[in-house]
């Protein structure tokens, strides 16, 4: 081993780590056989577990086990590599349901900076009943942080309303985010419509926004994104959308925005892009996209979400089979897709379903549900909702900062979204899904909202 010192608990440690840590820290560091960075997320995970049930203790005992190894294995030159960052995660207090027809999906939330800071949360009217059976959307304003929200108000120029040609159309999918150079809250996300109020209709999406003045807190008419008539490839572009995207806000004011849409109406198979936008304050225009991504099987390649680290744009793509992602110099033209895959090399098993970003504290981190945590009863293994730091020059998911941001509670996560508010802090906001499916389908849903910051 490598004339480890510490070797006597490093054996006892997956027995009691939270007795021989200690000594085994020192031991690492005294001997410098071990990545300091390793250690810190090691620690980081031992603190955690002091507070849990006996349970919980034992599986995080064996987590910290096999972080330890990993620590000790990768050896001083990996701290050279990548740092790190630990991180704290507090739960703040959850908007509440309304009724048990009804539930809240697709919640996501604006900070808007200022004097008098809001946080203001989006969220789509659900009914229990069918397949997407989004209505009207809603909002709760916290003006304390997130101690407490205002009772959900829905939104009158956001309501699902029904069309002279007889389809109902409702926007959805929204993803409110502040925009600085404006001061504006710009929503972006779909429309969804069905046919004689009842059969949806995928062939008519739209890239749909809304802007609110944080000032009177009024919501602005939905309104629709116009792009080209054909991509680059001369394919007439169809049912393009923005539901579920993460964007980046550019310094001068542009927006990339990430977008999917169908290349061949014969086929449900979508090609994701970044389209640059420009904004004036009141209209969201297209000026150009890049990279056309897509993949052959499934549906293609889809909820697209966005960041920008270090100089660099990183897009993650879901997949009906697996997850994807890929990196760009300049936001809209990207290197060829990857499967996500951890830093041991095996595969994420997120599938199916959305991944997003947050930064913190020069870290880039993934936010996403995967299969493999003892969570086969859960629809498309959709929680628990999982956090963990990204190596942005290998492209995969570093697997000892792997952290449950929310539980598996009888209910699904999938449909996440993340607030910047610094450099130090993200929220995570998710609304609790498919509660009549388990053995919770006699409660209110709750909207869960997860602060996150990076430990000093």
Known sequence: MRGFHGFEHFVIVRKDPLRTWPLLAKALMRTGDGC???????????????????????????????????????????????????????????????????????????????????????????????????????????????????????????????????????????????????????????????????????????????????????????????????????????????????????????????????????????????????????????QEHGSELTISSGRGLYEPSLARHEGSYFLTLRADHAAYVTRSADGIHFEKIREWMFDDGTLLGSYNTQQHWITLRGALFLVYTRKGADNDHIFRHRAPLFMAQVDPKALRVIKVTERVILPAKEATLGNSGVCRISAQESWITCGEGLLRRGQRKGELNKVHVVRVTARP
């Open 36 to 286: 300091p960075a390793a250690v810190v997320a090691a620690s980081e995970l031992v603190r955690e577990a002091r507070g849990r049930e006996d349970a919980d203790r034992m599986r995080g005992s064996r987590t910290v086990f096999f972080s330890l190894v990993t620590a000790f294995l990768m050896g001083p030159g990996a701290a050279d590599a990548i740092e790190l960052v630990p991180l704290k995660m507090e739960p703040l207090t959850p908007i509440a349901g309304r009724s048990l027809d009804w539930d809240w999906w697709q919640a996501r939330t604006a900070y808007v900076p200022g004097p008098s800071p809001q946080w203001i949360t989006t969220m789509s009217e659900t009914g229990r009943s069918g397949t997407h059976n989004f209505h009207d959307i809603y909002h709760a304003v916290s003006r304390d942080g997130g101690r407490s929200w205002s009772v959900p108000a829905v939104i009158p120029s956001l309501k699902r309303e029904q069309q002279s040609d007889g389809y109902e159309v409702a926007p959805g999918d929204l993803w409110p985010t502040f925009h600085k150079k404006s001061g504006m809250v710009i929503a972006t996300g779909k429309t969804f419509n069905f046919e004689d109020g009842k059969r949806e209709n995928r062939m008519r999406e739209k890239v749909s926004y809304a802007i609110m003045n944080p000032k009177t807190e009024a919501w602005g008419p939905m309104r629709f994104l116009d792009l080209p008539t054909k991509d680059h490839g001369g394919r007439v572009i169809t049912a393009a959308n923005a539901g579920c995207t993460q964007r980046v806000d550019l310094p001068k004011g542009e927006i990339l925005l990430p977008v999917r849409y169908l290349a061949d109406v014969r086929k449900e198979n979508y090609t994701s892009v970044v389209v640059r936008c420009r904004f004036d304050g009141e209209t969201l225009t297209y």
